[in-house]
């Protein structure tokens, strides 16, 4: 079949690995201009590392493990009263996200065509196949559409509805960057928790260097389309009053250059797939940055969805109606746990 996946991250390039493999011809389009080199770190869990053995990249991936050696607790007044072990931030195994994703990338980028700086802009599901535009590149009819693009994703935005309708807020939004390693932190965090407030901070790989992250409680998630200058306004009211080492931070936020704001949300969705049109990822079931499952998550959904593609003789009805039903109860936990960790964090 001729397959088109928005989404370049994780969960397309994953699922462009097994769709090749199984024989049909992929192309991979995303927004971004290049292959992106942002985030910060992803854990993997459980069955998950099942998928890197199968794709032939675990090995790979342990040797940009991040090496995190545990989380400081600390008071209002940056005194650490407490420890967390690695793996509740880091999993089983931590990597830079920019790592994984060129990983995948190059172990798909010889057999599936990636079109960058671009993005759909209409779908039309037809009786044998799906018209799609663009914004730029010209309109095309493939036999399936797959959205892996993310929490607002272009893809369900078009076929399923407003992001209003799919989107859950769980009450956490914040700012994520780094700056200079002020704490001398070596493969740790340190993680100070107020009411309504948290700041974590990590260094890794590069000692000199450490990522923010500055959290607080928040009452919608459309605060995540406003622009910087308005995020960063909000951040710093959010965050007045705090001390020990906030006002430093606050002011480190407005000189990163890697400066990004998020808000803890899920996707919940009856359905994943409509037509030819299917979901995978954050795009149909994100669980929440909270959850720590979103890269195990899209790895083993692009497993599942492959797998029964393969299993039913590419009849996309079944194949779809089966990899939701196998998928559900694996998301529905991780969905809770998501939830559970927005609330710990003083949401």
């Not at 942002?38 to 199968?54: C, H, I, M, P």
């Not at 420890?83 to 999993?91: H, Q």
């Not at 007045?240 to 990004?260: H, I, K, N, Q, T």
């Not at 949300?265 to 669980?287: I, K, N, P, S």
Request: contains cysteine; aromatic residues 6%; proline residues 3%.
């Amino acid at each position: 079949m001729k397959v088109l996946i928005s989404g370049a991250s994780v969960a397309g390039p994953a699922l462009a690995h097994f769709l090749h493999r199984d024989g049909h011809e992929v192309t991979v389009v995303e927004r971004a201009p290049e292959l992106r080199d942002s985030g910060y770190a992803v854990d993997f869990r459980g069955a998950a590392f099942e998928v890197l053995e199968e794709m032939d990249i675990l090995e790979e991936v342990r040797a940009h493990a991040t090496g995190m050696r545990g989380t400081d607790l600390l008071d209002a007044d940056g005194n650490r009263v407490g420890e967390l072990p690695a793996e509740v931030f880091a999993g089983e195994l931590e990597v830079p996200k920019r790592d994984l994703t060129r990983i995948l990338h190059e172990l798909t980028a010889d057999s599936v065509r990636y079109v960058f700086d671009d993005s759909i802009n209409s779908i039309e599901q037809e009786a044998s196949g799906v018209r799609v535009g663009f914004e730029r590149g010209e309109q095309d009819v493939f036999d399936l559409v797959v959205g892996a693009d993310g929490i607002y994703s272009v893809v369900r935005r078009l076929v399923f509805g407003p992001h209003s309708e799919a989107i859950r807020h769980l009450g956490l939004s914040g700012v994520g960057f780094s700056t200079a390693n002020h704490l001398g932190l070596d493969h740790r965090g340190v993680l100070q928790q107020t009411p309504g407030r948290a700041v974590y901070m990590v260094s890794t790989a590069d000692r000199d260097r450490m990522a923010v992250s500055l959290s607080f409680a928040s009452d919608s998630a459309e605060l995540d389309l406003l622009d910087r200058a308005e995020q960063e306004r909000i951040t710093r009211e959010r965050m007045a009053g705090a001390g020990w080492l906030v006002p430093r931070l606050l002011e480190d936020m407005a000189a990163a250059s890697d400066f990004y704001f998020s808000s803890a949300c899920q996707v919940r969705l009856d359905r994943w797939h409509e037509g030819r049109v299917v979901l995978l990822g954050d795009a149909g079931y994100c669980a929440a940055p909270t959850s720590g499952m979103g890269t195990s998550q899209a790895l083993i959904g692009a497993r599942t969805l492959a797998r029964h593609l393969a299993d039913t003789g590419n009849d996309h009805t079944k194949a779809f109606a089966a990899y939701e039903q196998e998928l559900r109860p694996y998301v529905t936990q991780n969905q809770e746990i998501g939830s559970e960790g927005a609330r710990r964090f003083g949401a």
